[in-house]
């Protein structure tokens, strides 16, 4: 079965570092992109960016570009999202998904989601 | 707000027909980048629904439909369904090769 999954619920207080991840199996993670996007509380959906595992190609969303860093490691098929500095606003629902395979720029498998909460 | 426009809210009794707009520019759906739709339902991930434009991934009923002209692209369900109450989202890419979303649509089935 083709799957994403997300790492779990995260607490943390203003100021710190976190790192969030996404492990693929299923399927040849280093062949298809993987993005992030964020929804905040009752909010909508908003693209943060993309990696291609198999040579860490990244895009980011102007938006999100140095606030965050996304990163991944082939070799366990796992992306990451990670912040050195939260803020309060960083409160939100992360997904990542899977993008290239039904077509070019669209997310054919999501992952379950990670709720990171900054207080 | 979103760079693609989508209505706040749709609603439809069951078994009629619904549609949700979404409205881009010329640096968007109007520079001929595709149109994608996601289903989310309460509590959940989003899940594709249409994909390019008017193209359904296996196993969404085919009572999901989609449209594009110029800047603009359009979903539609049919034979409205009480398990079709979810939020809609579309997407697409922009002329600097990122993605962007529209800010959603709640359909409510009455």
């Known amino acids: 079965e083709v799957q994403l999954v997300q790492s779990g619920a995260e607490g943390r207080k203003p100021g710190e570092s976190l790192k969030i991840s996404c492990k693929g199996s299923?399927?040849?993670?280093?062949?298809?992109?993987i993005g992030w996007v964020r929804q905040t509380p009752g909010k909508g959906l908003e693209w943060m960016g993309i990696?291609?595992?198999?040579?860490?190609?990244?895009r980011y969303s102007p938006s999100f570009q140095g606030q965050v860093t996304i990163s991944a490691d082939k070799s366990i098929s796992t992306a990451y999202l990670q912040w050195s500095s939260l803020k309060a606003s960083d409160t939100a629902m992360y997904y990542c998904?899977?993008?290239?395979?039904?077509?070019?720029?669209?997310?054919?498998?999501w992952g379950q989601g990670t709720m990171v909460t900054v207080s | 707000q979103s760079v693609l426009t989508q209505p706040p809210s749709v609603s439809g009794a069951p078994g009629q027909r619904v549609t949700i707009s979404c409205t881009g520019s010329?640096?968007?759906?109007?520079?001929?980048?595709?149109v994608h739709w996601y289903q989310q339902l309460p509590g959940t991930a989003p899940k594709l629904v249409i994909y390019?434009?008017?193209n359904r991934p296996s196993g969404v009923p085919d009572r999901f439909s989609g449209s594009k002209s110029d800047t603009s692209a359009s979903l539609a369900i049919t034979g409205l369904q009480a398990e079709d109450e979810a939020d809609y989202y579309c997407?697409?890419?922009?002329?600097?090769?990122?993605?962007?979303f529209g800010g959603g649509t709640k359909l409510t089935v009455l």
């Open positions: 998904a899977r993008q290239g395979v039904v077509a070019a720029d669209a997310f054919d498998i």
């Open positions: 299923g399927y040849s993670f280093t062949t298809y992109w």
């Open positions: 990696i291609y595992p198999g040579d860490s190609d990244t």
């Open positions: 010329s640096s968007n759906i109007g520079a001929a980048y595709d």
């Open positions: 390019s434009n008017n």
């Open positions: 997407q697409s890419y922009d002329s600097s090769l990122r993605g962007v």
